[in-house]
């Protein structure tokens, strides 16, 4: 279903590209939180600069510009809430798409109806991919944030003590710190980082946490700040920030954390993911 595209198209003389004039507008809000490029041509050409390999690919696949045109697409569909649709177009791009395609599947993860065995299986699947394009692209902060997002969602789901044993930790940090190093200014990376510290001290105690992990308190809440500080208007991040501190301590964070999930169900919605973040905080705060 292409809703952008549907009034162009029953108008009959609308362009084709309107739909893309309207997502570059909005593009900053969009991605205040992962700072990703507007991947138009030259993002893309840059990508692929070097690697002869994905020079080659793009050349089979309707070069630079031909690929732009399909990325801002599968964003088109993620904005709006596509997210099935949005993964479908970005895994058909390989690496310059994996980035649209492993968040669409990180969304679905939270809101999906499927069964557990099926959120599982598309959660590793995604991280596969997720892998390739770290290897291929290793600079692109989002290939590794995407990458440190999936292994997280599939540590929730087999839970965090299964996670801890199988190794998943030291990869989540590894791929945050990457993330950060790229761009400092990542508020969902810091978000992400936030949270590993607190789930891991909430888990295992501070002291086992700090000698194990490097984790502690004191991280979590320096990460969780730098991220509001960075994204005031996402409800994501008032959301997880709220989280994070009921891992961390319910009785002393309490009064905080339903502020901000107040602050998240306030928040004014850019599009489909931050319309179901912030009626989450809402049954939060039910």
């Given amino acids: 279903m292409h809703r952008g595209n549907t009034p162009a198209r029953a108008r009959g003389g609308t362009s084709r590209a309107e739909p893309h004039q309207r997502l570059h507008q909005r593009w900053t809000r969009l991605h205040l939180t992962d700072r990703e490029p507007w991947p138009d041509e030259h993002f893309v050409g840059a990508l692929a600069a070097g690697h002869a390999g994905l ?3 793009l050349a089979t696949h309707g070069g630079a510009a031909g690929v732009a045109r399909v990325l801002q697409e599968a964003w088109n569909e993620f904005h709006d809430g596509e ?3 949005a993964k479908r177009l970005g895994e058909a791009l390989g690496v310059f798409g994996a980035v649209v395609a492993d968040k669409a599947v990180a969304v679905d993860s939270l809101y999906s109806k499927r069964s557990e065995a099926e ?6 699947s ?3 991919r997720a892998e390739r394009a770290v290897s ?3 600079n692109q902060p989002n290939t590794q944030y995407t990458l440190a997002l999936l292994l997280g969602r599939y540590s929730q789901r087999i839970s965090i003590v299964k996670a ?9 940090r590894q791929h945050l710190e990457r993330a950060l ?3 400092p200014r990542h508020a969902e990376a810091h978000l992400a980082f936030g949270l590993f510290h607190a789930e891991i001290v909430s888990k295992l ?3 086992a946490a700090s000698l194990a992990y490097g984790a502690s308190q004191r991280e979590a809440l320096s990460h969780f700040r730098q991220a509001l500080a960075l994204a005031p208007l996402s409800p994501i991040v008032h959301m997880e920030f709220a989280h994070g501190l009921m891992l961390l301590d319910p009785a002393r964070y309490r009064e905080q954390a339903e502020r901000l999930y107040r602050d998240a169900a306030e928040c004014e919605p850019a599009d489909a993911m931050e319309r179901l973040d912030a009626e989450r905080a809402r049954g939060g705060l039910r």
């Fill in 205 to 207: 105690g501070s002291l």
């Fill in 181 to 183: 190093a790229l761009e």
């Fill in 55 to 57: 020079a080659s690919w």
């Fill in 126 to 128: 995604a991280i596969g």
């Fill in 164 to 172: 801890l044993a199988a190794g998943l930790a030291g990869r989540v």
């Fill in 83 to 85: 997210f099935s649709r």
């Fill in 119 to 124: 959120l599982l299986k598309a959660l590793e």
């Fill in 136 to 138: 291929e692209l290793p």
